[in-house]
Structures are given as C-alpha cells and as structure tokens.
C-alpha cells in the first residue's frame, strides 16, 4: 500500500510553525461498481451483525492482528468474544468489547476509501496520510467531520476557538471515557475537541481486493502501527 499525502509538519518541535491542511474525504469506490456492491452488501450483514454472512465475504487468510494467525478463525473470535477465551477478571466485559469490535468494522466500512497501487480499496481515506518519520502515530489523531468546534476548555459551553475540518491534529495522552480532548493543532494552536471526531492515526483501517476469480473480499481489518 502507498500512502499519498504528505503532512510536512513536526510535532516534536512543538509550538509548530507549518501551515495547516485539510484532508477532506472522496471516496474513490464509485470508479467500481462491483466494489460498490459488494461493501454495500457487507454493509448490510455487518449492522444486522451475522457473523456467517462476514465471515463468508473475507478472504481465508484475512490479515486481521500484528503477530496473529489470520483467517477465518481469528475473525470468528473477534466478532463473537466467547467469555470463555478471556481471563476471569474479563468475562463480564465480552459482550461490550463484541459491540465495540462490530462497531469499529461498521464505521471503518462506512468510511471514503481509496484505491492503492496494486488495486486494492482502503478504507478510511485518511490512512493515505504520510506522517513524518519522526512523527509518533499513536499520538496523532485525524478530525474526522466538518466544522467540529475547537474550544478554550473541555466544556460544551467553552469559546469556540475555531472550526475543524479533516485536518491532523497531536494529542499528548488521549484520555479514555473523557468527553472532550487537549489537542494541538499544526499550527501550534491549543484547544479542545470532543473525542466522537478524533480518529487514531493507527486506528482500524480495512482493505477490499479482488481475488483471481473476480470477486471482492475484505482481507485486512487490523489496528496498530
């Protein structure tokens, strides 16, 4: 895979002094009709959660974890949780941490995607990015929506410093189950933004490729750097 766009900033010399850019998403699958067909029919059996019909449309050797086994039988894991296979301390949480992996695939499914080199359909479009070598990808996050209000504080209520769209934005420690970020814009611009738009730069990201027969099937599904 071969990542398009160049952000040419550096977080490490912070406060930044580059320019801003945004990225907003196209989506590339309208040049392929069958693609089109085929995520809009993986779409479907996804939101019902079925398991089967999934399974059925990724490749035998789904690229699924760094370090996994691949394949249908990992996937099966990932979208069902058994309690059985997680510590005692973990049990309970298996039908939160199923929802949460199901979700994650539909978002990432839902996404504008692109079409790589050797053909193969990446979603979501901003996986195309290329962040500096010497940028940490587990602190740099993408603002995935339009006009998302950056805020003097972590309040609803707070000024509005500025409206974001699609750009690349540094968080020093992202805060879970917190409502409302710190983040660093590439301009050095501090402010806050509401977690439901910030997407990890090593988050989910899925492939769709064609194998010999024709067909389009989902083949990667993974998070990490």
């Not at 940028?135 to 993408?142: A, E, G």
Request: net charge negative; charged share 25%.
């Amino acid at each position: 895979m071969k990542l398009m766009f160049t952000i040419p900033f550096l977080f490490a010399a912070l406060p930044a002094v580059a320019e801003r850019q945004s990225f907003p998403p196209v989506d590339e699958a309208s040049r392929d009709p069958s693609l089109v067909a085929f995520r809009d029919q993986l779409l479907a059996v996804v939101k019902t959660r079925n398991t089967e019909a999934v399974l059925s449309a990724a490749c035998p050797e789904i690229y699924l974890s760094h370090g996994g086994d691949g394949g249908h039988e990992e996937f099966r894991q990932f979208l069902t949780v058994p309690p059985e296979m997680l510590g005692e301390d973990y049990r309970d949480q298996a039908e939160e941490m199923r929802e949460e992996y199901w979700s994650a695939l539909e978002k990432t499914l839902s996404s504008a995607g692109y079409f790589d080199d050797e053909g193969e359909f990446w979603m979501p479009h901003q996986w195309r990015i290329r962040l500096p070598a010497d940028i940490d990808p587990f602190s740099t996050y993408f603002v995935d929506g339009t006009r998302v209000s950056l805020r003097a504080a972590p309040d609803p209520n707070a000024k509005v410093l500025d409206l974001i769209s699609h750009e690349v934005v540094w968080i020093d420690q992202f805060a879970e189950d917190t409502e409302y970020q710190g983040v660093i814009l590439t301009d050095g611009t501090r402010g806050y933004m509401h977690s439901d738009f910030l997407w990890s730069m090593v988050g989910y990201r899925a492939a769709f490729v064609k194998s010999e027969a024709g067909d389009w099937q989902l083949c990667t599904f993974v998070a990490g750097d």
